[in-house]
């Protein structure tokens, strides 16, 4: 069973930054692959950006391109997104997503998700 704990939500006014963190179960980064997705109201959720569990693999929405970072920190089993130059549109609620398979996780999240962080961007 993986656990996921995301924490590093919060406000911030658009062109700031902010940076979120997922905290994985034990070995979780041996076996899965990993990746953030969100959901602002009244909208679907959708896919922010994923990394495979070697790392070698990254993958970021268009949206993203140039403004978040993914990463990992495999010897404290945490997953990170380094968000910069947000913007109002970038209020959701982010989730941390764990599955065996890369491609799961960019289309659908995969099996595991976390509780979720808000961040609130203001104009």
């Known amino acids: 069973q993986v656990q996921l704990v995301e924490s590093g939500g919060g406000s911030v006014q658009a062109g700031g930054s902010l940076s979120l963190s997922c905290a994985a179960s034990?070995?979780?980064?041996?076996?899965?692959?990993m990746g953030w997705f969100r959901q602002a109201p009244g909208k679907e959720r959708e896919f922010v950006a994923a990394?495979?569990?070697?790392?070698?693999?990254?993958y970021y929405a268009d949206f993203v391109k140039g403004r978040f970072t993914i990463s990992s920190d495999i010897a404290k089993n945490t997953m990170y997104l380094q968000m910069n130059s947000l913007k109002p549109e970038d209020t959701a609620v982010y989730y941390c997503?764990?599955?065996?398979?890369?491609?799961?996780?960019?289309?659908?999240?995969?099996?595991?998700w976390g509780q979720g962080t808000q961040v609130t961007v203001s104009s």
């Open positions: 997503v764990a599955d065996r398979d890369l491609m799961r996780v960019r289309s659908i999240g995969g099996d595991y």
């Open positions: 990394l495979s569990w070697t790392g070698g693999l990254i």
């Open positions: 034990a070995r979780t980064f041996s076996r899965y692959c």
